[in-house]
Nanobody, 121 residues
Framework: QVQLVESGGGLVQAGKSLTLSCAASGRIVTINSMGWYRQVTDKERELVAEITSGGSTNYADSVKGRFTISRDNAKNTMYLQMNSLKPEDTAVYYC???????????????WGQGTQVTVSS
């Protein structure tokens, strides 16, 4: 009923920048909070940044001052601007949206399929 599609991942050198996008489509009434998460093999998925429908943000300590989360509510799209990338930022990045559907009264969490970000030293 809903699809979240990430894009913008890739291979980049340390110190460079990358911007991820997450576009939501489907039977959407509203999107509440949205977030970016990342996961490294054999480790738990961790929160990178999240943003409410009103624009309030929250960041993991490891990315504060380097990453910026934003969203365009009219386009149902969220972004993650990643600056000063480090090798330890290498991971699969997933987007999440808490979405109210036309067919269900309560918001439901949906996830994207993930996009690989690799930072070389």
């Amino acid at each position: 009923q809903v699809q979240l599609v990430e894009s913008g991942g890739g291979l980049v050198q340390a110190g460079k920048s990358l911007t991820l996008s997450c576009a939501a489509s489907g039977r959407i009434v509203t999107i509440n909070s949205m977030g970016w998460y990342r996961q490294v093999t054999d480790k738990e998925r961790e929160l990178v940044a999240e943003i409410t429908s009103g624009g309030s943000t929250n960041y993991a300590d490891s990315v504060k001052g380097r990453f910026t989360i934003s969203r365009d509510n009219a386009k149902n799209t969220m972004y993650l601007q990643m600056n000063s990338l480090k090798p330890e930022d290498t991971a699969v990045y997933y987007c999440r949206g808490s979405i109210r559907l036309t067919t269900y009264p309560l918001p439901v969490n949906f996830w994207g399929q993930g996009t690989q970000v690799t930072v070389s030293s």
